[in-house]
């Protein structure tokens, strides 16, 4: 199994920019479909970002052209970086491995292993 570890989040100012960072250990995360899933207080968990274990990303509507993810084999480490942010990006951001290889997993339940989250708020 594969242990994930979150880190990068912070404040910032509408308009800013964050690189969140997931490390992974025990195994390598190619070995899975990577996703990043944000929860803001009241909200259900929703997937932001999705790096399909064939390397193609598939992104939610709402942060498409703004968020982009990547991984870096050498560093076993998957990225979110995230450009333009807005106070509604506002959220704990969480770093996710599924063992699913076809299609595009985008819900909670797809996914096998997580991380425990980075803080991420954005003021107005």
């Known amino acids: 199994q594969v242990q994930l570890v979150e880190s990068g989040g912070g404040l910032v100012q509408a308009g800013g920019s964050l690189r969140l960072s997931c490390a992974a250990s025990?195994?390598?995360?190619?070995?899975?479909?990577m996703a990043w899933f944000r929860q803001a207080p009241g909200k259900e968990r929703e997937s932001v970002a999705v790096?399909?274990?064939?390397?193609?990303?598939t992104y939610a509507d709402s942060v498409k052209g703004r968020f982009t993810i990547s991984g870096d084999n050498a560093k076993n480490t998957v990225y979110l970086q995230m450009n333009s942010l807005k106070p509604e990006d506002t959220a704990v951001y969480y770093c996710?491995?599924?063992?699913?290889?076809?299609?595009?997993?985008?819900?909670?339940?797809?996914?096998?292993?997580w991380g425990r989250g980075t803080q991420v708020t954005v003021s107005s």
């Open positions: 025990g195994r390598t995360f190619s070995s899975y479909t």
């Open positions: 996710a491995a599924s063992r699913l290889r076809t299609g595009i997993p985008r819900t909670s339940n797809e996914y096998d292993y």
């Open positions: 790096l399909r274990w064939s390397g193609g990303k």
